[in-house]
Nanobody, 123 residues
Framework: VQLQASGGGLVQAGGSLRLSCGGP????????MAWFRQAPGKEREFVAG????????SYADSVKGRFAISRDNAANTVYLQMNGLKPDDTALYYC?????????????????WGQGTLVTVSS
């Protein structure tokens, strides 16, 4: 499963970015999709996840109310809208996919990963 993430960049604190991640056309709608991030010197951490349909989502406490995950199965794409960005949000952001019915927060639960896209938030 190939995933392609994009949309990172440099933004000032308080600004917004939208990340995108494209997946395989035939099977994208069958996967739970998630975003993780990894800051320099830190472990990769869960940011947000979304189930295949019905809009069931999960967020890390650190991003609740600021970030929104969504998906468009017709376009084989998952998005992460990031508002109110803070310097602490600076990290490489990865999209990930897994089969099943539960949104997991552990990296080991996701067998497929996209390349990271860098988000840098300046103060």
């Amino acid at each position: 499963v190939q995933l392609q993430a994009s949309g990172g960049g440099l933004v000032q604190a308080g600004g917004s970015l939208r990340l995108s991640c494209g997946g395989p056309a035939r099977t994208f709608s069958t996967y739970i999709m998630a975003w993780f991030r990894q800051a320099p010197g830190k472990e990769r951490e869960f940011v947000a996840g979304i189930r295949q349909s019905r809009g069931i989502k999960s967020y890390a406490d650190s991003v609740k109310g600021r970030f929104a995950i969504s998906r468009d199965n017709a376009a084989n794409t998952v998005y992460l809208q990031m508002n109110g960005l803070k310097p602490d949000d600076t990290a490489l952001y990865y999209c990930a996919a897994r089969e099943g019915s539960l949104i997991k927060t552990q990296t080991g639960e996701y067998p497929w990963w996209g390349q990271g896209t860098l988000v840098t938030v300046s103060s």
